[in-house]
């Protein structure tokens, strides 16, 4: 068997994706599933859309999420160069060939003329457009007089008459296109820089692709694809076209949905972790045999099996993605996770005067409930500010006639020496005093110090607080 080699093919418009991130990852879990190399290919020929440090900024998050290329742009290997705008004397040579052997032709009709023509052919109804071949039939004088005058061109393929363009996708099985459907579509724009369907064909063959992943909106492409493949004479490489990333509603994800956080940036500003980001995409539209849902980068790629690619629309869950981000995240040392939560801390409060200590405790106290490092500052600021508005239950925990009494009791019996244990002892001296106990003690002292119901351990929450603010927000009730 031929050596595996996959691709990555960005362009570099901005940050990496979900989509081009899940699109990276199963490239990546194929190669390395079968030890052959990934590849990562910058494909920036539509200059407009370039953004500064966009091919920086996809290395990056590629990066941070495990997924390395072993050829890029930074580590060229035999197939170089891996930025299409260097590439563009390839391209040319294929093209010379191309116009030479009748299978692309130059065309100098204008933007104008085109749109009129594209105008009569809607006006008279026809359902799909394409173009009417004018310059296929210019005489050689034409063309000739046409170049002395440097007039400005694109390079168009000349679609072949009654052909089929069948393939096995990996994924969706036979899919078949006829050559009817396309019209003569452009190869080189007039500015010599070649479009992406012609590029990706040079350019998969020449550095030895062997399988192409990725999403479906290029399923359309196929066929034109294939037909710059038969016309070179070239083996085409082996299509899987995957399935859209859809949201809870079954719609496909458009970058402007608000409900679904779409750029690896944004999950690894909030804390979220690389390893964990890394398991639940590779659950977006591929799922292993057995029932296991958690898997380590090694494992996956050991169990990833390309047959097992879903063919119906992959739903971003994102309770799944709390589930798995909070199940590494529990795995992790609390060191950690401190190091992880600690930055969020400082950025949303004052923890100048707070020892190191107390920051490890406030963190262990929700070590097991966090999904991402950023969700600490929700967690922990009733430690920070004092309760602004109560929630139902507080309130009604706050009413009772019980609550005051502990308050004050707690104040009493606050213990010299500041420990959990020494805290407990002061539970007991109210529980005796008061003779109040249960629900209403322990629900009562946690509504007035927190304005909640529910929370971590009540004993180790009053402990943080420390005593000077225990007093004070016993004292306000
Ligand atoms: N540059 C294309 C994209 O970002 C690559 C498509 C392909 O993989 O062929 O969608």
């Known amino acids: ?58 290395l990056y998050y590629m990066h941070w ?24 004397d390839i391209y040319k040579k294929h093209t010379d060939w191309l116009i030479e052997h009748g299978f692309a032709y130059k065309c100098y009709c204008t933007s104008q003329e085109l749109d009129e023509d594209y105008q009569k052919q809607v006006d008279a109804g026809h359902a799909s457009t394409r173009y009417n071949r004018k310059c296929l039939h210019l005489s050689k004088k034409q063309r000739e007089e046409n170049d002395q005058q440097q007039l400005p061109y694109t390079v168009r393929i000349r679609v072949p008459e009654n052909e089929t363009y069948a393939f096995e996708d990996m994924i969706r099985g036979e899919v078949s296109f006829d050559s009817k459907d396309i019209g003569d579509w452009v190869l080189v724009k007039a500015n010599g820089i070649p479009t992406y369907n012609y590029a990706v064909v040079i350019d998969d063959y020449l550095m030895a692709i062997t399988h192409v ?119 992790l040392p609390l060191s950690e996770v401190v190091a992880l939560c600690k930055p969020f801390l400082e950025k949303d409060f004052d923890i100048s005067e707070r020892s190191d200590d107390w920051i490890e405790k406030l963190i262990s106290l929700f070590h097991d409930q966090l999904s991402y490092g950023h969700q600490i500052t929700e967690l922990a600021r009733l430690f920070f500010d004092a309760p ?22 707690f104040i009493e019996h606050l213990p010299l020496d500041w420990s959990v244990e020494n805290l407990k002892l002061t539970m007991d001296a109210v529980k005796n005093e008061t003779k109040i106990k249960g629900k ?36 306000n009730i």
């Open 1 to 58: 068997m031929k050596r595996v080699r996959v691709r990555y093919a960005p362009s570099p418009t901005g940050h990496l994706h979900i989509g081009n991130a899940r699109t990276a990852l199963f490239n990546y879990l194929f190669a390395k599933h079968y030890d052959g190399d990934f590849v990562l290919r910058i494909e920036d020929t539509d200059i407009e859309r370039n953004v500064e440090g966009g091919e920086e900024s996809q």
């Open 213 to 331: 992943f990725r999403g479906e909106e290029h399923l359309s492409n196929t066929p034109k694809q294939l037909m710059l493949y038969r016309m070179f004479g070239w083996e085409e490489p082996k299509f899987a076209h995957m399935t859209l990333i859809v949201n809870e509603q079954r719609k496909k994800l458009s970058k402007r949905d608000n409900s679904i956080m779409q750029y690896m940036s944004q999950y690894k500003e909030l804390g979220y972790l690389p390893q964990a980001m890394f398991n639940f995409m590779a659950l977006l539209g591929w799922s292993p045999e057995s029932e296991q849902e958690i898997f380590s980068h090694d494992e996956l790629i050991r169990v990833f099996d390309e047959k097992r690619l879903s063919k119906s629309p992959s739903m971003f869950d994102k309770q799944k993605l709390t589930w798995v981000n909070n199940r590494y995240i529990k795995e």
């Open 388 to 409: 602004a508005q109560l929630e139902d239950d507080a309130k009604e925990a706050l009413a009772w006639e019980t609550t005051p009494l502990i308050a004050k009791s």
């Open 440 to 475: 209403p003690l322990f629900m009562g002292l946690r509504a007035a110090l927190t304005g909640q119901c529910h929370g971590p351990d009540l004993m180790s929450t009053v402990y943080l607080l420390g005593k000077e603010e225990v007093r004070r927000r016993l004292e």
């Open 65 to 88: 999420l495990g997924i390395d290329p072993d050829e890029s742009p930074q580590h060229p290997g035999a197939y170089g160069p891996y930025r299409q705008m260097e590439r563009l």
